[in-house]
């Protein structure tokens, strides 16, 4: 499989503020710090994280929402950041985002007609589109009256649908799905989730798929890339990232993870518990920024910052247990 | 102590006047916690369990919410009939709230300790006045016991100068202190991240059983009542359908809500997940006759939506409202 | 196969019911509908409806002036003998114009420097717009307009001018708020990445959020701009004589305070009406528009 999009160093700083006396020293906070990943053709990649990783600022940024501070992104070989030039039609209409709530992404004042249609104005416009915003509700069951309907006469799971047909509306390759259930219930999480991989299958689709769920991701992504403060701590097949989590920080999420029957249990990391909270990214921990919470701590930890590894084919770690002068595992 | 239940609530009716009609939410709650017991109490969105535990403390805005009819038991008073006083005494000394969104529950212009102060002086004080430096040192104690380090430093600290994770802890500090006999947690830690939440859990459990103080747990996620709960309520469309004690109901659920519930939930085994339960929550201005559940049940039958299902005995520790299970077991 | 409009309409007279419901649940939201309706309609129909139309300009009538109100005249007339009744019904006139040609004056040119500010926020375009209606706010409105009534030449025209002048900065803070808020949307941010244009989505999906407080704001205002319009008109710099604006005949018939009361007390408690009216009015739409919670 080839790579359709490609991370590279990716780093999105903001500026949230000015310290000192003269405020000549400006508080940054490092959303995004050195992010590299692939996403290949047709899978669904999963990037993990708990609220305040970064995992929604590297979607933002992908879909062109943000500037990349340093670093770059390419979709098919070719930048998406090119200067100040403005993202072609073309790559906009390759690039679809499905965002977390659908309370807010589906405007209350707009008709799901409105809603789908617009991106086909901007990108195919027709005579009659009607036809086509029915097929594409139909895409993802949702009956053709519901054109004339606002977004608060639909439940959480039907907005959610009309979101996932707007984003099919330019018929993209590439869909970020940022948490796209998570103010869900379980019973209606299942159905969209199935109908994202059904039209994955039917469509080609590549999904770079943002979730905190990794039960959830267990069952949708083919690869998972786990992302703390900024950075990504791993990056596995899923099979293999479930089996041997290396990372601390991943073996305590799995830890914590509730689950409901004792064969799921058997695969929870027993050695680790979860302890402290995640630091406020303003004041990010020296060397790895995991280790005010790691358990396995050592004193290099607290200096340097681990570089990425290749522990095995395909399951890259970033922590100092695993680095080579360490002897590797 | 009393041999009876701590908490009894009988056929609980609750009903909302608004436009278009009444509301119909719960429809008949039956529901029981004994003394020193872990419930937990499941449900999606909009199936009434908030408004279950709301009826219980007596903060529903009334009107537009009415109770037409039920019984709410505490130590075999009926809180529903109680007084001023005597309601105030068992919201003060005997029922406590956690809150879902630990930033909404603490008022952001005190400070911890102003507020952790007054739940102590109420609570822990049963009335009587106490000197302000035993208040002090009793609001220390409550803080240590959820783990904060610093308990001193946090009193003067105000809510926004604390994580998400410590304003949980400081929630639970308000409702665990003095020696209260039931605790409502209301989706403690939800809104946290995973690894936080397990904490929070954690220390719930730990308190709750160091004190032997009884808890209900009320979350959407099968996972979190399975951490803490002895037994499970499962409710839909504002009724209970299923009552177990927790192992039993994860290894043999038997509602067909209850089932489709657990094939939804996403597996860490893997395997993809089952396609959910189609339809959506009833509209409850005109809910569906007979089983609330039948329009959106793949075994339902003619009776169904009918009559409405009792409580059906599987075993000591199992029960089902369905009719599938209607003279002890199933009906071919 | 598409079910058109027909469902659509029935969804609205659904809405208008529920938004009639809300509005209606307060019994003074009512009475403020009934009174801007009983105003309008009576400010429209002056020439039918008043007992006396020719008294509403330069008319003199020695032979009954001053008369105490009477079934002849109920609400008396002034010292050259006009209808008080029918000069009000007249004077409603020019308080509802001006209060609808300043509002349609100012209401687009601060709803639109609003959006564009409040959507554009932290740029420069936001601080050029903002200082600039913060200095406008920053001069005290009635002391404004009294300045440029008293600088041109003192009429209604000048005198809305020099109103609409001074309001348009509120209706561009009301909306810049809200414009700030609602571009943190992500239906807007939706919008900007399938590359729809500002126009659109500053028009399309932003100012649609914003009506019910613009409205709610108009009819409040509507108010405040009789009440100003009729305080410049007391001081003698709107409505000019012989015309019945009601803050010239409070004016006038203040000189023959308290023996002829009738001539100023009327005129005051029709704008007393006509304001209250519209406040009222304002509430029931604020409580109409607010988010329902169960």
């Not at chain 1, 080609?204 to 943002?210: D, P, V």
């Not at chain 3, 009738?262 to 009222?280: D, M, Q, R």
Request: aromatic share 8%; net charge neutral; glycine share 8%.
């Amino acid at each position: 499989m080839t790579d359709l999009l490609t991370a590279t160093g990716l780093k999105k700083h903001f500026v949230i503020g000015q310290s000192g006396i003269l405020k000549r020293k400006p508080i940054t906070v490092k959303a995004v710090d050195g992010v590299s990943f692939a996403v290949r053709e047709g899978e669904t990649f999963g990037l993990v994280g708990e609220s305040g990783s970064g995992k929604s600022t590297v979607a933002y940024t992908i879909i062109g929402m943000y500037q990349p501070t340093e670093g770059n992104i390419a979709f098919r070989g070719q930048s998406l950041f090119q200067g100040d030039k403005k993202r072609s039609s073309a790559v906009k209409k390759e690039i679809q985002i499905v965002f977390q709530d659908p309370g807010s992404s589906l405007n209350p004042r707009r008709t799901v007609k409105q809603i789908v249609e617009l991106p086909l104005q901007i990108h195919q416009p027709e005579k009659d589109p009607l036809p086509k915003i029915v097929r594409l509700l139909e895409m993802v069951e949702l009956p053709p009256d519901y054109v004339h309907k606002y977004p608060q006469m639909l439940g959480g799971g039907e907005k959610q649908m009309v979101a996932i047909a707007r984003a099919l509306a330019t018929n993209p390759s590439f869909v970020i799905l940022d948490e796209p259930t998570s103010a869900l219930d379980v019973s209606i999480q299942a159905k969209i989730i199935n109908l994202l991989i059904r039209l994955q299958e039917e469509f080609h689709l590549s999904y770079l798929f943002i979730t905190h769920d990794l039960s959830l991701m267990r069952n949708v992504a083919s690869r998972v890339a786990i992302m703390y403060l900024g950075k990504i701590c791993e990056i596995a097949e899923a099979a293999e990232f479930f089996r041997n989590p290396y990372h601390p920080y991943t073996q305590m999420l799995l830890s914590s993870i509730p689950v409901v029957s004792a064969a799921e249990e058997e695969l929870k990391p027993k050695k680790i518990t979860s302890r402290g909270e995640i630091p406020s990214p303003v004041n990010v921990p020296s060397g790895c920024s995991f280790h005010p919470r790691c358990p396995e701590k050592m004193d290099l930890c607290s200096m340097e910052d681990p570089l990425m590894v290749e522990v095995e084919e395909g399951h890259t770690v970033r922590c100092h247990l695993f680095s080579p002068e360490q002897g590797g595992l | 102590m009393s041999v009876g239940p701590l908490l009894d609530i009988k056929d609980l009716y609750v009903h909302f006047h608004v436009f278009g009609g009444t509301l119909k939410v719960l429809d008949g709650v039956n529901f029981t916690v004994y003394s020193g017991e872990k419930v937990g109490l499941v449900g999606e969105t909009g199936c009434g369990k908030t408004t279950t535990m709301k009826a219980v403390l007596r903060v529903l805005p009334m009107p537009p919410a009415r109770i037409p009819g039920g019984e709410i038991y505490f130590k075999g008073r009926d809180i529903l009939k109680m007084g001023a006083e005597e309601l105030g005494r068992v919201r003060g000394e005997g029922i406590s709230m956690v809150f879902q969104d630990p930033t909404a529950a603490l008022n952001p212009v005190f400070t911890i300790g102003q507020q952790l102060g007054a739940v102590v002086r109420y609570s822990l004080a049963g009335g009587k006045r106490i000197s302000r430096k035993e208040i002090h040192q009793r609001a220390v104690v409550a803080l240590k016991e959820v783990a904060l380090p610093d308990a001193e430093r946090l009193l003067k600290n105000y809510p926004f100068q604390l994580s998400g994770g410590m304003r949980q802890r400081v929630c639970i500090a308000m409702a665990v202190a003095g020696s209260r006999e039931l605790i409502v947690a209301d989706e403690p830690g939800t809104s946290l991240d995973v690894s936080i939440q397990d904490q929070i859990l954690r220390l719930l459990r730990r308190l709750v059983e160091e004190k032997n103080t009884s808890v209900i747990l009320i979350t959407h996620t099968l996972g979190v009542v399975r951490e803490i709960a002895d037994r499970v309520y499962v409710m839909y469309a504002g009724k209970m359908v299923e009552v177990a004690t927790t192992e039993e109901l994860f290894s043999r659920p038997l509602h067909p809500y209850t089932l489709g519930l657990m094939k939804a939930v996403p597996k860490l085994t893997g395997g993809g997940i089952a396609d959910g339960i189609p339809g959506r929550i009833p509209d409850y201005l005109d809910p569906p006759g007979g089983c609330r559940f039948h329009p959106r049940c793949d075994q339902a039958m003619g009776v169904c939506s009918q009559e409405k299902p009792w409580f059906y005995r599987v075993s000591d520790d199992h029960e089902v409202a369905c009719f599938l299970y209607r003279e002890g077991g199933k009906e071919k | 196969m598409v079910p058109a409009k027909p469902l659509a309409s029935a969804k609205r007279m659904e809405n208008l019911r529920r938004n009639w419901y809300k509005f209606s649940r307060n019994r003074m939201s009512i009475l403020g509908l009934f009174t801007v309706l009983l105003v309008t309609f009576l400010a429209v129909f002056a020439p039918l409806v008043a007992p006396y139309p020719k008294h509403a300009s330069a008319f003199v009538d020695f032979a009954n002036a001053s008369r105490p109100p009477s079934l002849e005249y109920p609400f008396g007339t002034d010292v050259i003998g006009r209808d008080i009744l029918s000069r009000i019904f007249f004077g409603f006139r020019f308080s509802l114009g001006m209060g609808v040609i300043v509002l349609s004056l100012v209401v687009p040119p601060g709803v639109v420097l609003g959006l564009v500010a409040g959507y554009n926020q932290g740029t420069w375009l936001d601080t050029v717009i903002m200082r600039i209606t913060d200095i406008f706010l920053a001069v005290p409105s009635l002391v404004l307009a009294l300045a440029i009534c008293s600088v041109l030449t003192p009429n209604l025209f000048n005198a809305m001018l020099a109103v609409s002048l001074m309001w348009w900065p509120w209706y561009a803070r009301l909306v810049y708020g809200l414009a700030s808020t609602l571009r943190n949307e992500f239906f807007v941010a939706s919008a900007e990445t399938i590359g729809a244009s500002k126009f659109h989505i500053l028009f399309r999906e932003i100012l649609p959020n914003c009506i019910s407080p613009i409205f709610t704001k108009m009819s409040l205002d509507m108010g405040w701009v009789i009440i100003i319009g009729s305080a410049l008109s007391f001081v003698g710099l709107g409505v000019q004589a012989p015309r019945p604006g009601l803050g010239t005949m409070v004016s006038d018939g203040s000189k023959y305070l308290p023996e002829q009361w009738w001539i100023s007390v009327f005129p005051s408690l029709a704008i007393v009406l006509v304001v209250l009216g519209f406040n009222l009015l304002g509430d029931g739409l604020r409580d109409m528009f607010a988010a329902e919670e169960v």
